[in-house]
Nanobody, 126 residues
Framework: QVQLVESGGGLVQAGGSLRLSCVVS????????MGWFRQAPGKEREFVAA????????SYADSVKGRFTISRDNAKKTVYLQMNSLKPEDTAVYYC???????????????????WGQGTQVTVSS
């Protein structure tokens, strides 16, 4: 059974930075793409960023391009989301997700991901 555990969320002032981590267990991490999604209060969950199984390709939502960076460390079975220049509108619960299928590019659709973490809260104050 695949398990994903996020950490690194918290309260930060606008303009600040946070780094989220997601540790994966229960599968061959290096063969699967990973993604980050977020859900703000009263809103649908939305795509934030994704990275391919090899790490060679990434994709980002327009709202975070140039501010967020996704990366992975296969030795540590961990995917990261570095968030810089945070804005109040980035406030949300952030979820880590693992691709359903191995050896694919950076996916963006929720339906492509089969395993999810429990989420970590990020709050950006103005």
């Amino acid at each position: 059974q695949v398990q994903l555990v996020e950490s690194g969320g918290g309260l930060v002032q606008a303009g600040g930075s946070l780094r989220l981590s997601c540790v994966v267990s229960g599968r061959t991490f290096s063969r699967y793409g990973m993604g980050w999604f977020r859900q703000a209060p009263g809103k649908e969950r939305e795509f934030v960023a994704a990275i391919s199984w090899s790490g060679s390709s990434t994709s980002y939502a327009d709202s975070v391009k140039g501010r967020f960076t996704i990366s992975r460390d296969n030795a540590k079975k961990t995917v990261y989301l570095q968030m810089n220049s945070l804005k109040p509108e980035d406030t949300a619960v952030y979820y880590c997700a693992a691709d359903k299928e191995p050896v694919r590019g950076a996916r963006q659709a929720e339906a492509d991901f089969g395993s999810w973490g429990q989420g970590t809260q990020v709050t950006v104050s103005s």
